[in-house]
């Protein structure tokens, strides 16, 4: 590969995805990475010419994830493989010639990573022409590891302020937030919608003007309806003027069905779902999930099936049903208690939390309050048993499953999987 000079600067990440929603397509993305720079530009370029609407991905190894860049460089020199791309440890120049020839305006390239501290990945990605990226002060910390949430915030706040400074007349910087995607399951919907328009105001309020908000698909086809609905209404309500703004939605990020039927089902749902909601870009999963990390024919196979799913589904009316369904009114509840306790998100954010305002169940953080409780009840619907100090309701008529014993946390957990599977 041949290095180029300088990288090309594709068009806003968010103006292509609202180009390509506006003419009836979804956007499809892979969560793609691998630590060879040509096996990750030949999984870009399978990426750009598959069958589909995508964006390229390049999601980021542990290491690096973790700010360990000497680990990762060590890695990189001594050619032992990662379990993603160590941009930081990689010279610019390798990055650049992984790039070259694909990143334009017609394929925007996302970097993914799930790290509390940021900074010199976004300094990194900055210098190679690549200006999307994916995360927040909550969704990057309290599933990851031990980092306090206060200094996560910190590392969030200048690192959205690096990537706002690279806005022009010919670019404008995009930042995913990761809040509606909470440790993958067992997270009631209102919860995940809260944090997930919260990210977004604490993005805004540090100067990015390109954002969009995550769910993650759950248990039940209509409770997640629901939930999407609610996001896109509170994200019109809430974000400032003048925002560029989209709805991603990520197929079941929790155990996925063994069989590739089952696999290719639950897909197939969450592309229906992305359509029928108006959500405008599909992060995908494989069949083959369940037993191995995907290659890049897997992943292309995965995106191919989902493009051809969502062509074929029916569109319906994204606001349809009720303004005011149960899942809006709890995460309503969740953002307006939040935003009253300062007017800077991120202060809000890390009282709420001190509080116990939010509370996610499951969560094993030290600064996660831990008394939230949810679990699935005979409908498949999330349903919370125990809400701690948050400001909503616990199910007032909780059935049996609500006591949730070690084997009903894994029967819960396994739940989507033997649905499909079966």
């Known amino acids: 590969m041949n290095a180029q000079a300088t990288a090309p600067r594709p068009r806003s990440f968010g103006g292509f995805v609202a180009e390509r929603a506006a003419a009836g397509a979804l956007v499809v993305q892979p969560r793609m990475g691998f630590s060879d720079p040509a ?4 999984g870009l370029e399978r990426t750009k010419f598959a069958a589909a609407t995508t964006v390229g991905t390049i999601t980021l190894d542990s290491y690096t994830r973790l700010g360990e860049h000497a680990a ?3 890695a990189v020199a001594e050619g032992t493989a990662l379990n993603g791309y160590p941009i930081v440890a990689h010279d610019a120049s390798t990055t650049r010639a992984v790039l070259a020839g694909l990143l334009d305006e017609t394929f925007p390239v996302q970097v993914r990573h799930g790290s509390a501290r940021p900074q010199q990945i976004i300094r990194t990605l900055t210098t190679l022409g690549l200006d999307a990226t994916e995360g927040g002060p909550v ?7 031990r980092t306090p949430l206060r200094e996560s915030i910190d590392s969030w706040a200048e690192s959205c302020e690096l990537l706002a400074a690279l806005a022009g007349p010919d670019r ?15 997270c009631p919907p209102g919860l995940l919608v809260a944090l997930s328009v919260l ?3 604490f993005f805004t309020r540090h100067g990015l003007t390109s954002v969009s908000l995550s769910y993650a698909q759950q248990t039940d086809r209509a409770m997640d309806e629901e939930a999407v609905r609610a996001l896109r209404r509170l994200a019109a309500q809430l974000l400032p003027a003048g925002t560029d703004w989209h709805i991603v939605l990520y197929t079941y990020m929790g155990v996925f069905p063994s069989s590739a039927r089952g696999a290719r089902a639950l897909l197939e749902a969450a592309a229906e779902l992305a359509v029928a909601t108006g959500a405008q870009r599909l992060i995908v999963k494989t069949a083959t999930e369940a037993h191995r990390i995907p290659g890049i024919e897997d992943n292309v196979r995965a995106l191919e ?9 029916d569109r319906g009316c994204a606001d349809s049903g009720e303004a005011d369904s149960a899942v809006y009114a709890e995460a309503r509840a969740l953002v307006d208690a939040v935003l009253e306790l300062d007017d800077d998100p991120g202060r809000a954010l890390a009282a709420a939390f001190r509080r116990g305002y939010l509370d996610v169940p499951y969560c094993l953080h030290p600064d996660n309050a831990g008394r939230s409780r949810s679990y699935l ?8 048993a125990s809400v701690g100090r948050m400001p909503i309701a616990a199910d007032p008529a909780p059935d049996r499953r609500a006591r949730m014993t070690p084997d009903r946390l894994l029967h819960a957990l396994t739940s989507v999987a033997r649905t499909y599977d079966h």
């Open 139 to 145: 969704s990057y910390c309290l599933p990851y590891g």
């Open 377 to 384: 009840d005979e409908g498949h619907r999330l349903r919370w």
């Open 199 to 201: 990210e977004a105001l």
């Open 305 to 313: 099936a989902a493009a051809a799913t969502a062509a074929a589904a």
């Open 39 to 42: 096996l990750m530009r030949r």
């Open 172 to 186: 404008t910087p995009h930042l995913e937030s990761f809040g509606g995607c909470m440790l993958g399951q067992l």
């Open 72 to 74: 990762a460089r060590k």
